[in-house]
Protein backbone atom coordinates (compact mmCIF):
# COMPACT_ATOMS: atom_id res chain seq x y z
CA UNK A 1 0.00 0.00 0.00
CA UNK A 2 1.45 3.24 -1.34
CA UNK A 3 0.68 6.58 1.22
CA UNK A 4 0.42 9.79 0.05
CA UNK A 5 0.71 12.54 3.28
CA UNK A 6 -1.23 15.21 4.35
CA UNK A 7 1.52 17.60 3.45
CA UNK A 8 1.40 17.01 -0.15
CA UNK A 9 -1.67 19.26 -0.52
CA UNK A 10 -2.42 21.16 -3.94
CA UNK A 11 -5.03 24.43 -3.55
CA UNK A 12 -5.57 24.05 -7.59
CA UNK A 13 -6.07 20.93 -10.56
CA UNK A 14 -3.44 21.17 -13.38
CA UNK A 15 -2.00 19.06 -15.55
CA UNK A 16 1.41 20.95 -14.72
CA UNK A 17 1.43 19.89 -11.36
CA UNK A 18 4.29 17.21 -10.23
CA UNK A 19 2.89 14.37 -9.17
CA UNK A 20 3.55 13.53 -5.68
CA UNK A 21 3.40 9.74 -6.25
CA UNK A 22 3.16 7.08 -8.60
CA UNK A 23 0.64 4.33 -8.71
CA UNK A 24 -0.56 1.46 -10.62
CA UNK A 25 -4.31 -0.16 -11.25
CA UNK A 26 -5.32 -2.06 -8.58
CA UNK A 27 -2.80 -0.52 -6.07
CA UNK A 28 -3.85 0.27 -2.63
CA UNK A 29 -2.99 3.93 -1.42
CA UNK A 30 -3.97 5.35 1.57
CA UNK A 31 -4.57 9.20 1.11
CA UNK A 32 -4.33 11.61 4.45
CA UNK A 33 -6.31 14.76 3.90
CA UNK A 34 -6.16 17.93 5.95
CA UNK A 35 -9.49 19.57 7.05
CA UNK A 36 -11.30 22.02 4.26
CA UNK A 37 -10.06 24.71 6.56
CA UNK A 38 -6.25 23.70 6.76
CA UNK A 39 -6.34 23.08 10.53
CA UNK A 40 -6.26 26.37 11.26
CA UNK A 41 -9.26 26.65 13.07
CA UNK A 42 -8.26 24.87 16.74
CA UNK A 43 -10.76 27.21 19.34
CA UNK A 44 -14.32 28.90 18.72
CA UNK A 45 -12.63 32.45 19.46
CA UNK A 46 -10.47 32.37 16.56
CA UNK A 47 -11.16 35.37 14.13
CA UNK A 48 -12.05 34.17 10.50
CA UNK A 49 -10.00 37.41 9.78
CA UNK A 50 -6.78 36.06 10.64
CA UNK A 51 -7.21 32.74 8.72
CA UNK A 52 -5.15 32.07 5.79
CA UNK A 53 -7.62 31.90 3.06
CA UNK A 54 -4.78 30.56 0.60
CA UNK A 55 -4.61 27.40 3.11
CA UNK A 56 -8.63 26.14 2.65
CA UNK A 57 -9.59 23.75 0.45
CA UNK A 58 -6.89 22.15 -0.48
CA UNK A 59 -6.75 18.57 -1.51
CA UNK A 60 -3.72 15.58 -0.93
CA UNK A 61 -1.82 14.68 -4.33
CA UNK A 62 -1.66 14.96 -7.38
CA UNK A 63 -0.73 11.15 -7.81
CA UNK A 64 0.15 9.85 -11.38
CA UNK A 65 -1.80 6.78 -12.18
CA UNK A 66 0.13 4.56 -14.60
CA UNK A 67 -1.63 4.12 -18.44
CA UNK A 68 -4.35 6.68 -17.67
CA UNK A 69 -4.58 8.46 -21.02
CA UNK A 70 -6.97 11.75 -22.42
CA UNK A 71 -10.40 9.94 -23.07
CA UNK A 72 -9.86 7.10 -20.23
CA UNK A 73 -12.16 6.62 -17.23
CA UNK A 74 -10.44 6.73 -13.80
CA UNK A 75 -12.15 4.51 -11.79
CA UNK A 76 -11.64 5.47 -7.58
CA UNK A 77 -12.94 2.74 -5.67
CA UNK A 78 -13.67 4.28 -2.26
CA UNK A 79 -12.69 1.59 0.20
CA UNK A 80 -12.64 3.26 3.69
CA UNK A 81 -12.73 6.55 4.74
CA UNK A 82 -11.92 7.30 8.50
CA UNK A 83 -12.18 10.65 9.87
CA UNK A 84 -10.36 12.07 13.47
CA UNK A 85 -12.19 12.50 16.54
CA UNK A 86 -12.93 16.67 16.33
CA UNK A 87 -13.93 18.40 13.15
CA UNK A 88 -15.10 22.11 12.74
CA UNK A 89 -17.77 24.19 11.21
CA UNK A 90 -17.98 28.07 10.39
CA UNK A 91 -20.17 30.41 9.12
CA UNK A 92 -18.58 33.31 6.86
CA UNK A 93 -20.60 36.24 6.26
CA UNK A 94 -22.31 36.35 2.74
CA UNK A 95 -21.45 33.16 2.23
CA UNK A 96 -23.82 29.92 2.07
CA UNK A 97 -27.50 29.66 0.50
CA UNK A 98 -28.48 32.65 2.81
CA UNK A 99 -25.57 34.55 2.14
CA UNK A 100 -27.51 37.73 1.31
CA UNK A 101 -28.50 37.46 4.92
CA UNK A 102 -26.90 39.57 7.81
CA UNK A 103 -25.33 37.25 10.43
CA UNK A 104 -21.84 36.96 12.05
CA UNK A 105 -18.93 34.45 11.14
CA UNK A 106 -18.28 32.25 13.79
CA UNK A 107 -16.67 29.01 14.22
CA UNK A 108 -17.56 25.55 16.08
CA UNK A 109 -15.56 23.04 17.18
CA UNK A 110 -17.89 19.20 17.24
CA UNK A 111 -16.53 16.07 19.03
CA UNK A 112 -17.16 12.82 16.60
CA UNK A 113 -17.46 9.57 19.01
CA UNK A 114 -19.43 6.34 18.73
CA UNK A 115 -20.50 6.91 15.36
CA UNK A 116 -22.58 9.95 16.16
CA UNK A 117 -21.46 14.00 15.94
CA UNK A 118 -22.31 16.12 18.85
CA UNK A 119 -23.56 19.18 17.77
CA UNK A 120 -24.57 20.20 20.94
CA UNK A 121 -25.48 18.58 24.50
CA UNK A 122 -28.49 16.18 23.32
CA UNK A 123 -27.83 17.13 19.95
CA UNK A 124 -26.29 14.09 18.24
CA UNK A 125 -26.06 13.00 14.58
CA UNK A 126 -25.05 10.04 12.75
CA UNK A 127 -22.17 10.59 11.66
CA UNK A 128 -22.00 9.58 7.58
CA UNK A 129 -18.16 10.11 6.25
CA UNK A 130 -18.00 11.47 2.77
CA UNK A 131 -15.56 12.96 0.08
CA UNK A 132 -15.94 16.39 -0.25
CA UNK A 133 -13.27 17.18 -3.13
CA UNK A 134 -11.94 14.22 -5.21
CA UNK A 135 -10.96 14.99 -9.06
CA UNK A 136 -8.02 14.84 -11.36
CA UNK A 137 -6.79 17.54 -13.44
CA UNK A 138 -8.39 19.46 -16.42
CA UNK A 139 -6.89 19.65 -19.88
CA UNK A 140 -5.12 22.43 -19.46
CA UNK A 141 -4.99 25.61 -17.31
CA UNK A 142 -5.72 25.68 -13.60
CA UNK A 143 -9.16 25.24 -11.43
CA UNK A 144 -9.26 25.86 -7.71
CA UNK A 145 -9.68 23.10 -5.71
CA UNK A 146 -12.34 24.85 -3.71
CA UNK A 147 -13.92 24.56 -7.91
CA UNK A 148 -16.03 21.82 -9.13
CA UNK A 149 -16.12 20.86 -13.02
CA UNK A 150 -16.14 18.08 -15.23
CA UNK A 151 -12.90 16.97 -13.95
CA UNK A 152 -14.60 16.07 -10.52
CA UNK A 153 -13.33 19.19 -7.86
CA UNK A 154 -15.17 19.94 -4.63
CA UNK A 155 -18.58 18.35 -5.54
CA UNK A 156 -19.09 17.98 -1.94
CA UNK A 157 -21.88 14.68 -2.50
CA UNK A 158 -23.62 13.28 0.28
CA UNK A 159 -23.83 9.92 -1.13
CA UNK A 160 -19.65 9.30 -2.31
CA UNK A 161 -19.28 7.66 1.00
CA UNK A 162 -16.71 4.29 1.74
CA UNK A 163 -18.61 1.74 -0.52
CA UNK A 164 -19.27 3.84 -3.58
CA UNK A 165 -17.10 4.05 -7.23
CA UNK A 166 -16.35 7.27 -8.83
CA UNK A 167 -16.06 7.52 -12.67
CA UNK A 168 -13.86 10.30 -13.24
CA UNK A 169 -13.17 11.43 -17.19
CA UNK A 170 -8.89 11.81 -17.55
CA UNK A 171 -7.82 15.05 -19.39
CA UNK A 172 -3.93 14.74 -18.83
CA UNK A 173 -1.32 11.69 -18.92
CA UNK A 174 -1.43 9.96 -15.68
CA UNK A 175 -5.11 11.37 -14.31
CA UNK A 176 -3.06 13.95 -11.61
CA UNK A 177 -5.73 12.93 -9.20
CA UNK A 178 -6.16 14.52 -5.93
CA UNK A 179 -8.80 14.32 -2.66
CA UNK A 180 -9.43 16.11 0.24
CA UNK A 181 -11.80 18.42 2.55
CA UNK A 182 -13.66 15.24 4.21
CA UNK A 183 -17.19 15.61 5.77
CA UNK A 184 -18.18 13.89 8.60
CA UNK A 185 -21.64 14.59 7.91
CA UNK A 186 -23.48 16.71 5.54
CA UNK A 187 -27.10 17.57 4.18
CA UNK A 188 -28.52 18.12 0.18
CA UNK A 189 -27.24 21.34 0.12
CA UNK A 190 -24.52 22.44 2.11
CA UNK A 191 -26.99 25.37 3.51
CA UNK A 192 -24.47 27.28 5.24
CA UNK A 193 -21.43 26.90 3.74
CA UNK A 194 -19.39 24.42 5.71
CA UNK A 195 -20.07 20.86 7.08
CA UNK A 196 -18.12 18.98 10.08
CA UNK A 197 -15.30 19.62 8.28
CA UNK A 198 -12.76 16.81 9.71
CA UNK A 199 -9.24 15.81 9.28
CA UNK A 200 -8.86 11.64 8.46
CA UNK A 201 -7.88 9.35 5.68
CA UNK A 202 -9.45 7.40 2.52
CA UNK A 203 -8.54 4.44 1.24
CA UNK A 204 -8.58 4.41 -2.20
CA UNK A 205 -8.01 1.79 -5.53
CA UNK A 206 -8.18 2.92 -8.97
CA UNK A 207 -8.63 1.59 -12.25
CA UNK A 208 -9.01 2.29 -16.05
CA UNK A 209 -11.33 2.02 -18.42
CA UNK A 210 -9.66 2.78 -21.42
CA UNK A 211 -10.44 4.73 -24.52
CA UNK A 212 -13.97 5.52 -23.20
CA UNK A 213 -15.23 8.13 -20.27
CA UNK A 214 -18.36 9.65 -18.97
CA UNK A 215 -19.79 13.58 -19.59
CA UNK A 216 -19.47 14.31 -15.78
CA UNK A 217 -18.70 12.23 -12.90
CA UNK A 218 -20.66 9.15 -12.32
CA UNK A 219 -21.01 8.09 -8.58
CA UNK A 220 -21.88 4.24 -8.54
CA UNK A 221 -23.66 3.30 -5.30
CA UNK A 222 -24.96 0.06 -4.12
CA UNK A 223 -28.46 -0.22 -6.17
CA UNK A 224 -27.70 3.55 -8.23
CA UNK A 225 -25.69 5.34 -10.90
CA UNK A 226 -25.70 9.78 -10.25
CA UNK A 227 -24.35 11.78 -12.93
CA UNK A 228 -22.77 14.85 -10.97
CA UNK A 229 -23.14 17.74 -12.89
CA UNK A 230 -22.61 21.41 -11.84
CA UNK A 231 -23.47 24.76 -13.65
CA UNK A 232 -23.33 28.23 -12.61
CA UNK A 233 -26.97 27.80 -11.12
CA UNK A 234 -29.14 24.85 -9.97
CA UNK A 235 -31.39 25.24 -12.82
CA UNK A 236 -28.42 25.06 -15.24
CA UNK A 237 -26.73 22.13 -13.69
CA UNK A 238 -30.52 20.21 -13.91
CA UNK A 239 -30.57 20.73 -18.01
CA UNK A 240 -26.90 19.34 -17.69
CA UNK A 241 -27.36 16.62 -15.28
CA UNK A 242 -30.84 15.96 -17.41
CA UNK A 243 -29.37 16.34 -20.70
CA UNK A 244 -26.78 13.29 -20.03
CA UNK A 245 -29.46 11.11 -18.73
CA UNK A 246 -31.70 11.05 -21.19
CA UNK A 247 -28.80 10.70 -23.92
CA UNK A 248 -28.02 7.41 -21.41
CA UNK A 249 -31.07 6.43 -21.70
CA UNK A 250 -31.55 6.61 -25.41
CA UNK A 251 -28.06 4.59 -25.54
CA UNK A 252 -29.06 1.55 -23.15
CA UNK A 253 -32.50 1.22 -25.09
CA UNK A 254 -31.83 2.53 -28.22
CA UNK A 255 -35.09 4.63 -27.76
CA UNK A 256 -35.75 8.02 -29.57
CA UNK A 257 -34.93 11.05 -27.52
CA UNK A 258 -38.91 11.41 -26.93
CA UNK A 259 -39.32 8.04 -25.32
CA UNK A 260 -36.20 8.45 -22.94
CA UNK A 261 -37.14 11.93 -21.57
CA UNK A 262 -40.50 10.54 -20.75
CA UNK A 263 -38.82 7.53 -18.43
CA UNK A 264 -36.81 9.76 -17.55
CA UNK A 265 -39.47 11.70 -16.01
CA UNK A 266 -40.08 8.61 -13.89
CA UNK A 267 -37.10 6.94 -12.82
CA UNK A 268 -34.61 9.75 -12.82
CA UNK A 269 -34.46 11.85 -9.74
CA UNK A 270 -32.76 15.01 -9.77
CA UNK A 271 -30.96 15.76 -6.19
CA UNK A 272 -29.24 18.75 -5.09
CA UNK A 273 -25.48 18.26 -3.92
CA UNK A 274 -24.48 21.87 -2.69
CA UNK A 275 -25.79 24.87 -3.64
CA UNK A 276 -23.05 27.09 -1.57
CA UNK A 277 -20.00 27.13 -4.15
CA UNK A 278 -19.48 29.26 -7.30
CA UNK A 279 -20.89 26.51 -9.28
CA UNK A 280 -23.75 24.59 -8.21
CA UNK A 281 -24.37 20.49 -8.05
CA UNK A 282 -26.82 18.42 -9.19
CA UNK A 283 -27.15 15.16 -9.64
CA UNK A 284 -29.00 13.09 -11.95
CA UNK A 285 -29.87 9.51 -10.17
CA UNK A 286 -30.80 6.36 -11.55
CA UNK A 287 -31.40 3.09 -10.84
CA UNK A 288 -29.52 0.12 -11.73
CA UNK A 289 -32.31 -1.75 -12.95
CA UNK A 290 -32.63 0.58 -15.35
CA UNK A 291 -29.04 1.65 -16.12
CA UNK A 292 -26.04 0.22 -17.31
CA UNK A 293 -22.57 1.56 -16.50
CA UNK A 294 -21.33 1.29 -20.19
CA UNK A 295 -24.45 3.59 -21.35
CA UNK A 296 -22.83 6.09 -19.19
CA UNK A 297 -19.28 6.12 -20.88
CA UNK A 298 -19.29 7.55 -24.58
CA UNK B 1 -68.60 10.72 3.36
CA UNK B 2 -69.13 13.03 1.25
CA UNK B 3 -67.99 12.84 -2.67
CA UNK B 4 -66.90 15.45 -4.52
CA UNK B 5 -67.16 14.62 -8.77
CA UNK B 6 -64.90 14.81 -11.19
CA UNK B 7 -67.26 17.03 -13.23
CA UNK B 8 -66.79 19.82 -10.23
CA UNK B 9 -63.51 21.07 -11.73
CA UNK B 10 -61.75 24.05 -11.42
CA UNK B 11 -58.70 25.69 -13.39
CA UNK B 12 -57.99 28.40 -10.78
CA UNK B 13 -57.73 28.71 -7.32
CA UNK B 14 -59.12 32.09 -6.32
CA UNK B 15 -61.31 33.44 -3.33
CA UNK B 16 -64.34 34.43 -5.44
CA UNK B 17 -65.52 30.52 -6.71
CA UNK B 18 -68.34 29.22 -5.59
CA UNK B 19 -68.07 26.19 -2.98
CA UNK B 20 -69.71 22.72 -4.94
CA UNK B 21 -69.87 21.47 -0.82
CA UNK B 22 -69.52 22.42 2.32
CA UNK B 23 -67.37 19.80 4.95
CA UNK B 24 -66.26 19.80 8.56
CA UNK B 25 -63.31 19.46 10.02
CA UNK B 26 -62.74 15.15 10.86
CA UNK B 27 -65.87 14.97 8.21
CA UNK B 28 -63.85 12.06 5.35
CA UNK B 29 -64.76 13.87 1.68
CA UNK B 30 -63.94 11.66 -1.41
CA UNK B 31 -62.80 13.70 -4.24
CA UNK B 32 -62.74 12.04 -7.62
CA UNK B 33 -60.50 13.40 -10.08
CA UNK B 34 -59.61 13.79 -13.83
CA UNK B 35 -56.69 13.30 -15.44
CA UNK B 36 -53.96 16.25 -15.96
CA UNK B 37 -55.24 16.12 -19.39
CA UNK B 38 -58.40 16.27 -18.88
CA UNK B 39 -59.28 12.83 -20.01
CA UNK B 40 -58.20 14.15 -23.36
CA UNK B 41 -55.59 11.70 -24.34
CA UNK B 42 -57.14 8.62 -25.50
CA UNK B 43 -54.85 7.53 -27.84
CA UNK B 44 -51.69 7.87 -28.60
CA UNK B 45 -51.84 9.12 -32.37
CA UNK B 46 -53.79 12.03 -31.17
CA UNK B 47 -52.51 15.73 -32.17
CA UNK B 48 -51.39 17.50 -28.96
CA UNK B 49 -52.32 20.61 -31.24
CA UNK B 50 -56.22 19.93 -31.17
CA UNK B 51 -56.54 19.51 -27.36
CA UNK B 52 -58.20 22.19 -25.43
CA UNK B 53 -55.04 23.17 -23.06
CA UNK B 54 -57.71 25.11 -21.30
CA UNK B 55 -58.81 22.21 -20.19
CA UNK B 56 -55.43 20.52 -18.77
CA UNK B 57 -54.26 20.91 -14.71
CA UNK B 58 -57.37 20.70 -13.74
CA UNK B 59 -58.72 19.88 -9.88
CA UNK B 60 -61.50 18.94 -8.38
CA UNK B 61 -63.46 21.18 -5.83
CA UNK B 62 -63.32 24.30 -4.44
CA UNK B 63 -64.81 22.47 -1.29
CA UNK B 64 -65.22 25.07 1.75
CA UNK B 65 -64.01 23.48 5.51
CA UNK B 66 -66.25 25.28 8.23
CA UNK B 67 -64.69 26.95 10.82
CA UNK B 68 -61.54 27.57 8.35
CA UNK B 69 -60.45 31.59 8.74
CA UNK B 70 -57.33 33.48 7.36
CA UNK B 71 -54.24 33.09 9.35
CA UNK B 72 -55.21 29.17 10.41
CA UNK B 73 -53.97 25.85 8.98
CA UNK B 74 -55.60 23.80 6.99
CA UNK B 75 -54.11 20.12 7.92
CA UNK B 76 -55.38 17.53 5.18
CA UNK B 77 -54.31 14.56 6.24
CA UNK B 78 -54.39 12.11 3.02
CA UNK B 79 -55.96 8.50 3.74
CA UNK B 80 -55.88 6.83 0.43
CA UNK B 81 -55.24 7.09 -2.87
CA UNK B 82 -57.20 5.38 -6.18
CA UNK B 83 -55.79 5.69 -9.79
CA UNK B 84 -56.97 4.41 -12.63
CA UNK B 85 -56.10 1.23 -14.63
CA UNK B 86 -54.37 3.10 -17.65
CA UNK B 87 -52.45 6.62 -17.91
CA UNK B 88 -51.02 8.75 -20.06
CA UNK B 89 -47.80 10.68 -20.67
CA UNK B 90 -46.87 13.60 -23.15
CA UNK B 91 -43.90 15.71 -24.25
CA UNK B 92 -44.59 18.79 -25.07
CA UNK B 93 -41.92 20.93 -27.46
CA UNK B 94 -40.43 23.71 -25.50
CA UNK B 95 -41.61 22.14 -22.08
CA UNK B 96 -39.70 20.03 -19.77
CA UNK B 97 -36.13 20.48 -18.46
CA UNK B 98 -35.31 20.23 -21.87
CA UNK B 99 -37.28 22.35 -23.15
CA UNK B 100 -34.09 24.10 -25.07
CA UNK B 101 -33.98 20.93 -27.79
CA UNK B 102 -35.75 20.03 -30.57
CA UNK B 103 -37.83 17.04 -30.60
CA UNK B 104 -41.19 15.88 -31.35
CA UNK B 105 -45.09 16.54 -29.47
CA UNK B 106 -45.91 12.88 -28.39
CA UNK B 107 -48.32 10.61 -26.43
CA UNK B 108 -47.99 7.31 -24.87
CA UNK B 109 -50.98 5.61 -23.23
CA UNK B 110 -49.26 3.53 -19.87
CA UNK B 111 -51.06 0.86 -18.35
CA UNK B 112 -50.90 0.11 -14.94
CA UNK B 113 -51.75 -3.14 -13.06
CA UNK B 114 -50.35 -5.25 -10.19
CA UNK B 115 -48.69 -2.33 -8.81
CA UNK B 116 -46.61 -1.65 -11.40
CA UNK B 117 -46.87 1.14 -14.13
CA UNK B 118 -45.76 -1.09 -17.44
CA UNK B 119 -43.76 1.65 -19.52
CA UNK B 120 -42.33 -0.85 -22.04
CA UNK B 121 -43.09 -4.28 -22.47
CA UNK B 122 -39.86 -5.79 -19.77
CA UNK B 123 -40.04 -2.04 -18.42
CA UNK B 124 -41.96 -2.12 -15.30
CA UNK B 125 -42.09 0.62 -12.46
CA UNK B 126 -43.29 0.35 -8.89
CA UNK B 127 -46.41 2.77 -8.88
CA UNK B 128 -46.40 5.47 -6.24
CA UNK B 129 -49.46 7.10 -6.28
CA UNK B 130 -49.29 10.71 -5.39
CA UNK B 131 -50.93 14.26 -5.31
CA UNK B 132 -49.84 16.71 -8.11
CA UNK B 133 -52.32 19.35 -7.21
CA UNK B 134 -53.63 20.32 -3.87
CA UNK B 135 -53.84 23.83 -2.57
CA UNK B 136 -56.49 26.45 -1.14
CA UNK B 137 -57.34 29.84 -2.64
CA UNK B 138 -55.18 32.78 -2.33
CA UNK B 139 -56.47 35.66 -0.31
CA UNK B 140 -57.10 37.91 -3.11
CA UNK B 141 -57.28 37.54 -7.47
CA UNK B 142 -56.92 34.05 -8.75
CA UNK B 143 -53.96 31.61 -9.61
CA UNK B 144 -54.34 29.03 -12.26
CA UNK B 145 -54.08 25.51 -11.12
CA UNK B 146 -51.44 24.43 -12.96
CA UNK B 147 -49.17 27.05 -11.09
CA UNK B 148 -47.85 26.50 -7.13
CA UNK B 149 -47.17 29.23 -4.56
CA UNK B 150 -47.83 30.15 -0.75
CA UNK B 151 -51.35 28.43 -1.43
CA UNK B 152 -50.46 25.15 -2.67
CA UNK B 153 -51.27 23.91 -6.11
CA UNK B 154 -49.44 22.17 -8.75
CA UNK B 155 -46.34 21.53 -6.62
CA UNK B 156 -45.65 17.94 -7.55
CA UNK B 157 -44.06 16.77 -4.80
CA UNK B 158 -43.53 12.61 -5.00
CA UNK B 159 -43.58 12.31 -1.51
CA UNK B 160 -47.16 13.16 -1.34
CA UNK B 161 -48.72 9.85 -1.15
CA UNK B 162 -51.43 8.38 1.18
CA UNK B 163 -50.27 8.45 4.59
CA UNK B 164 -48.95 11.82 4.72
CA UNK B 165 -50.38 15.02 6.19
CA UNK B 166 -50.29 18.22 4.64
CA UNK B 167 -50.17 21.57 6.29
CA UNK B 168 -51.65 24.37 4.01
CA UNK B 169 -52.27 28.30 5.41
CA UNK B 170 -55.54 29.47 5.04
CA UNK B 171 -56.49 32.27 3.14
CA UNK B 172 -59.68 32.90 2.89
CA UNK B 173 -62.74 32.08 4.48
CA UNK B 174 -63.79 28.24 4.20
CA UNK B 175 -60.24 27.79 2.88
CA UNK B 176 -61.62 26.80 -0.81
CA UNK B 177 -59.40 23.71 -0.89
CA UNK B 178 -59.42 21.86 -4.54
CA UNK B 179 -57.43 18.74 -5.44
CA UNK B 180 -56.56 16.82 -8.64
CA UNK B 181 -53.83 15.76 -11.12
CA UNK B 182 -52.55 12.37 -9.41
CA UNK B 183 -49.11 10.88 -11.05
CA UNK B 184 -49.33 6.99 -11.15
CA UNK B 185 -45.56 7.58 -10.68
CA UNK B 186 -42.93 10.69 -10.52
CA UNK B 187 -39.29 11.55 -10.45
CA UNK B 188 -38.15 14.24 -8.85
CA UNK B 189 -37.87 16.95 -10.82
CA UNK B 190 -40.47 15.75 -12.97
CA UNK B 191 -37.66 16.17 -16.38
CA UNK B 192 -39.91 15.86 -19.32
CA UNK B 193 -43.02 18.24 -17.91
CA UNK B 194 -45.17 15.17 -17.51
CA UNK B 195 -45.61 12.19 -15.13
CA UNK B 196 -48.10 9.18 -15.69
CA UNK B 197 -51.04 11.35 -15.59
CA UNK B 198 -53.90 9.49 -14.40
CA UNK B 199 -57.70 9.71 -13.34
CA UNK B 200 -58.11 8.18 -9.87
CA UNK B 201 -59.93 9.16 -6.26
CA UNK B 202 -58.84 10.41 -3.19
CA UNK B 203 -59.79 10.45 0.31
CA UNK B 204 -59.55 12.76 2.67
CA UNK B 205 -59.35 14.39 6.19
CA UNK B 206 -59.90 18.11 6.79
CA UNK B 207 -58.24 19.30 10.37
CA UNK B 208 -57.81 22.99 11.21
CA UNK B 209 -55.49 24.72 13.62
CA UNK B 210 -56.62 28.23 14.77
CA UNK B 211 -54.60 31.44 14.49
CA UNK B 212 -51.52 29.94 13.02
CA UNK B 213 -49.91 28.51 9.63
CA UNK B 214 -46.78 27.98 8.12
CA UNK B 215 -44.86 30.30 5.62
CA UNK B 216 -44.85 27.88 2.97
CA UNK B 217 -47.13 24.29 2.66
CA UNK B 218 -45.68 21.43 4.78
CA UNK B 219 -45.73 18.02 4.53
CA UNK B 220 -45.82 15.80 7.44
CA UNK B 221 -44.62 11.98 6.59
CA UNK B 222 -43.73 9.38 8.93
CA UNK B 223 -40.64 10.45 9.73
CA UNK B 224 -39.67 14.34 8.50
CA UNK B 225 -41.41 17.12 8.04
CA UNK B 226 -40.87 18.88 4.30
CA UNK B 227 -41.01 22.51 3.83
CA UNK B 228 -42.46 23.14 0.27
CA UNK B 229 -41.32 26.22 -1.02
CA UNK B 230 -41.50 27.86 -4.38
CA UNK B 231 -39.39 30.32 -6.58
CA UNK B 232 -39.05 31.44 -10.44
CA UNK B 233 -36.00 29.75 -9.91
CA UNK B 234 -34.51 26.88 -8.36
CA UNK B 235 -31.89 28.59 -6.67
CA UNK B 236 -34.49 31.13 -5.48
CA UNK B 237 -36.64 27.69 -4.24
CA UNK B 238 -33.78 27.18 -1.99
CA UNK B 239 -33.01 29.98 -0.69
CA UNK B 240 -36.70 30.25 0.81
CA UNK B 241 -36.84 26.56 1.76
CA UNK B 242 -33.70 27.03 3.77
CA UNK B 243 -34.73 30.33 5.19
CA UNK B 244 -37.88 28.94 6.50
CA UNK B 245 -35.92 26.13 7.75
CA UNK B 246 -33.23 27.93 9.16
CA UNK B 247 -36.22 30.24 11.14
CA UNK B 248 -38.09 27.02 12.41
CA UNK B 249 -35.04 25.83 13.80
CA UNK B 250 -34.18 29.14 16.04
CA UNK B 251 -37.45 28.97 17.18
CA UNK B 252 -37.70 25.03 18.00
CA UNK B 253 -33.72 25.80 19.82
CA UNK B 254 -34.13 29.10 20.79
CA UNK B 255 -30.35 29.63 19.13
CA UNK B 256 -28.84 32.34 17.53
CA UNK B 257 -29.16 32.21 13.41
CA UNK B 258 -25.62 31.50 12.74
CA UNK B 259 -25.77 27.84 14.95
CA UNK B 260 -28.83 27.29 13.46
CA UNK B 261 -27.85 27.74 9.94
CA UNK B 262 -25.36 25.42 10.98
CA UNK B 263 -27.15 22.69 12.21
CA UNK B 264 -29.24 23.31 8.82
CA UNK B 265 -26.24 22.61 6.72
CA UNK B 266 -26.10 18.98 8.54
CA UNK B 267 -29.89 18.26 9.02
CA UNK B 268 -31.71 19.86 6.40
CA UNK B 269 -31.45 18.33 3.25
CA UNK B 270 -32.98 20.33 0.12
CA UNK B 271 -34.65 18.34 -2.97
CA UNK B 272 -36.26 19.48 -5.82
CA UNK B 273 -40.04 17.96 -6.62
CA UNK B 274 -40.38 19.69 -9.52
CA UNK B 275 -38.46 21.64 -12.11
CA UNK B 276 -40.41 21.97 -15.04
CA UNK B 277 -43.60 24.83 -14.07
CA UNK B 278 -43.28 28.36 -14.29
CA UNK B 279 -42.45 28.11 -10.63
CA UNK B 280 -40.00 25.80 -9.17
CA UNK B 281 -40.07 23.64 -6.61
CA UNK B 282 -37.52 23.15 -4.04
CA UNK B 283 -37.95 21.11 -0.34
CA UNK B 284 -36.60 21.53 2.90
CA UNK B 285 -36.81 18.24 4.68
CA UNK B 286 -36.08 17.67 8.28
CA UNK B 287 -36.25 14.61 10.42
CA UNK B 288 -38.93 14.44 13.32
CA UNK B 289 -36.05 13.88 15.44
CA UNK B 290 -34.85 17.66 14.99
CA UNK B 291 -38.44 19.33 14.51
CA UNK B 292 -41.47 19.50 15.92
CA UNK B 293 -44.74 20.66 14.35
CA UNK B 294 -45.35 23.51 16.81
CA UNK B 295 -42.02 25.81 15.22
CA UNK B 296 -43.39 25.10 11.55
CA UNK B 297 -46.44 26.95 12.05
CA UNK B 298 -46.24 30.97 13.01
Redesign the interface.
Known amino acids: MKVVRRTRVIYSFSPRRKPVEYVKPQELVLFETEDALGGQVTDETVSLNTLDWAKVDGATGPVFVKSAEPGDTLVVEVLDIRINERGV?V?IPKQ???G??K??P?A?LIGISRGR?N?EKG?R?KVNPMIGTIGVSPASGSVPSGFLGRHGGNMDVKELTAGSRLYLPVFSKGALFAVGDLHA????????????EVAGEVLLRFNLVKGRCPVWPVLESRDSFAILACGD???EA??SA??C??AALTRE?DWA???A????????????NQ?VDPK?G?RAVISKE?MSRDSLLT
Chains 1, 2 share one sequence.
Do not use: H, W
Open positions: MTGILGKFKSKVFMIVQADGELCVSSVTLDAVTDAVYFEKYMFGSLAVNLEIAKVF
